[in-house]
């Protein structure tokens, strides 16, 4: 076995030994117990022999005092022996643990590459040993620091590395790919998508009923066999990081994957534990927008743009964002590729006030014998930028979608004929406001809309 695992091989067989040396005293300390008992039950219990016990009272005392003192004695021993046999047991399961994230030591097996050289003459050969194991995998996290003021966004892209091959990677060079084996390099083949009459299969007997239902959960246990999915990685981010220079590595780019090769060398050892590497840090100019939707949360959250200007693409990982040095989220970065733009939220700002209210729900009479009913809503969104500059803002709404012929739905206010620059509304009927608010400035907007449908029938959704 390997130094390390022969360390935690002994270090398990000393703890056994030490436990054991435990159980023995417990089992002597009990059998004691036991021993002070039965001596107290003979001399308290009447036999043929003798059937008038002995009473003297001095005696008794001295006898009642000497049992109460052994039993206690023996009862705390026994207490105390428990209790370090616990810590030691907690300590076994550790090491068993550490024992099991190498590998089970009663299969494992190396191989031995034999290599046959015929010179003509006295020579000296150098041999490159290349082998491929399967476990090691990477997934990149990124840490987002945007600065308001110089308007940029700095991205920091790094790799979590981890490996139980059994092997630690000590003093390696490391090259990170993003290509996917795991998936096949050609694309499916489409076959002939057939339908028919659907004919009810004849009812089964019991014996045959029976076979079937073995063979079909046969069957359905290997259709459904899945590889287990990564963990998530997901790191408590607590404050910003003091600012220090960071060494990017190589990126070589090719047809369908680009490989990063970290800077200097590593060590990952074989404990399946995450190991971090720094893949780029690059700086992209980023636009500031606030967006938000009164109607469920009556807060304005920033946002940023930003477009990935890399020759590679910036694979989907977790990401932890900060503004202006200080953390304010956790988040997920989909896959970008290169000369994509995206969207980051920033978390809450407290500068851009918003409002939302229903200031009027009312039931329109136009005829006395009208054969519907028209209700009309009315709801004021009031935005006002409390920040020192001019901002964009990002107002989303929404009024009902029909679902039945019979009730149909207007939009009263605002005026809406066709998307423009300001106001836009798609098939779903989000409504969609680009103001930008001056310094101070308040924006009011109304939304009004109304629903009709005929007397006598139930509308769900309103």
């Avoid at 990081?241 to 990017?248: F, I, S, Y």
């Avoid at 920033?302 to 953390?327: I, Q």
């Avoid at 935005?383 to 964009?392: I, L």
Wanted: aromatic share 8%; charged share 30%.
């Amino acid at each position: 076995p390997d130094v390390d695992i022969k360390e935690l091989i002994d270090k398990k067989t000393s703890l056994e030994d030490s436990i054991g040396v435990l159980n023995d005293r417990i089992s002597g300390a009990e059998k004691e117990r036991g021993f002070v008992d039965d001596i107290s039950r003979r001399l308290t219990t009447a036999t043929e022999k003798s059937k008038d016990l002995e009473f003297e009272p001095e005696k008794w005392i001295r006898m009642v005092e000497f049992y109460r003192s052994k039993i206690d004695q023996l009862g705390a021993e026994i207490r105390s022996l428990a209790k370090e046999r616990s810590l030691l047991e907690k300590s076994l399961n550790k090491v068993l643990s550490d024992i099991s994230l190498k590998g089970n030591m009663g299969s494992r097996r190396k191989n031995q590459v034999e290599v046959s050289v015929f010179l003509q003459e006295s020579s000296e050969i150098t041999f490159s040993l290349v082998y491929l194991v399967y476990g090691p995998s990477w997934e990149p996290v990124y840490d987002l620091r945007v600065s308001t003021d110089e308007k940029k966004m700095s991205i920091a892209c790094n790799a979590f590395i981890r490996q139980n091959t059994s092997e630690d990677w000590n003093d390696v060079s490391l090259k990170l790919s993003t290509a996917r084996p795991h998936i096949s390099g050609s694309q499916p083949e489409l076959t002939p998508w057939r339908v028919a009459v659907y004919r009810p299969a004849p009812p089964l007997q019991p014996m045959a009923r029976s076979a079937a239902k073995v063979t079909d959960g046969a069957e359905m246990s290997q259709m459904f066999v899945a590889e287990p999915a990564a963990a998530p990685c997901e790191e408590e981010m607590t404050g910003s990081e003091p600012d220090m220079p960071v060494v990017e590595s190589g990126v070589t780019t090719g047809a369908t994957s680009s490989v990063f090769e970290i800077s200097g060398k590593s060590g990952v050892k074989s404990n399946n534990e995450k190991h971090r590497v720094t893949i780029f840090n690059r700086d992209f100019p980023a636009e500031f927008r606030y967006s938000s939707v009164p109607k469920l949360a009556q807060y304005a959250y920033l946002k940023a743009k930003v477009k990935n200007s890399t020759d590679f693409p910036m694979l989907a990982g977790a990401s932890n964002v900060f503004l202006d040095n200080s953390f304010v989220a956790n988040s997920e970065m989909g896959l970008v590729v290169p000369g994509e733009e995206f969207w980051t939220f920033l978390g809450v700002d407290e500068g851009m006030k918003i409002s939302h209210s229903l200031i009027n729900r009312y039931e329109s009479k136009e005829g006395v014998f009208s054969k519907s009913v028209r209700i009309i809503y009315e709801y004021r969104i009031t935005a006002k930028n409390n920040r020192k500059s001019e901002e964009e803002l990002v107002i989303w709404d929404q009024i009902p979608v029909s679902g039945n012929d019979e009730i149909r739905v207007e939009l009263v206010e605002p005026e809406y004929k066709k998307d423009s620059s300001t106001l836009k509304m798609n098939e779903n009927k989000y409504l969609e406001w680009f103001l930008k608010p001056k310094p101070g400035e308040e924006i009011k907007l109304t939304l009004k809309f109304s629903v009709e449908y005929p007397r006598g029938i139930t509308v769900t959704g309103k």
